[in-house]
């Protein structure tokens, strides 16, 4: 059997077809609500744990941590899989892409032990807690402190956007240990904070249509033992880029809108409409060849800041345009009520769109990070 390291980039190892049908036979005879953005909206724990009985979670992870052992390659075609069809894995989301992989990297071996097991039975959710009021994407003017207190920290601050904190056991933050000086980078570092506790408050930021995916998080004199501080104190910086490779590059940067264009492949009536459909497909088959190219760098232990950062810029963009494609010629409305599923899908998609372009860095940052890579920054 070929290794996916002896493959070329963005090939599928032979096994892939076949885990490929397990998990559609799945989707099949599993029920749940099909919904556009998915990853960020359809939160069901339920559904978490049934993938985790089947080895879904937690699949790159070593198995002596409770995980399958899998490449990124395999783990591509599941979640791709789950998106495609707009299944509720916004419970697991953020602990089995990148959460997981960090504690992995970084972690001591009891935060291995505690977490990466749980994680990979779908039942351990974390949040982020990297945005803060006022800072946008500029992670490195981070005002939430972390005071020494002793044997462990004291960390104050608030943490808004922060996806599914309402739900999760825990939250991964990034706070200033020590003055950056000179470098706005350095003093950084990561602390994991088990959730609930009664000096974090978790409080809803609803949507434009009312639904609850974003919090704000006040952190009001929590105390972390050292024990759970993620990786060396005043290196959060550095772990945090590794951490957003994962988080920037995933199929799920260009399939929040795909249920439109399976929708929009019944309805689509006219040569123009077929036109659209067509671009639209050649677009998103390019798109995840970027994409996988990204899950191979990793897979073979690379850390492809820049090109994650171009498939997030291209993706988010895309989806966006999807949306627009659809409301030229399906001829429907965007209604959250109607009977209709493209009709619901289309005001799924039209609220969170907005989200796309800023979500995992605006896409003006990441162009920046482009531009850096190439050294024309």
Known sequence: MARPS???PGTFPPQAAALRRQ?????AETPFTARCDSWLTGADPAFSRALGERGWLGMTLPERYGGHGRSP???????EELLAAGAPVGAHWIADRQTGPSILAHGTEEQKKRFLPAIARGECFFAIGMSEPDSGSDLASVRTRAERDGDGWRLHGTKVWTSGAHLAHAILVLARSAPGGDDRHAGLTQFIVPLPDERVAVRPIRG???AHHFNEVVLDG???PDAMVLGRVGDGWRQVTAELAYERSGPERLLSTFLLIRLLHGRADGPAARR?????TARLWALRQASLGVAGALDAGLSPDVPAALVKDLGTRFEREVIEAVREHAGVEPDPASPDPLARALAESVVQAPGFTLRGGTNEILRGIVARGLGVR
């Open 208 to 210: 434009l249509s009312g």
């Open 222 to 224: 929590v105390f972390v």
């Open 23 to 27: 998990v559609r036979d799945f989707l």
């Open 73 to 79: 390659l395999e783990r591509f075609v599941v979640i």
């Open 276 to 280: 659209t459909l067509g671009r639209l």
């Open 6 to 8: 002896d493959l070329e």
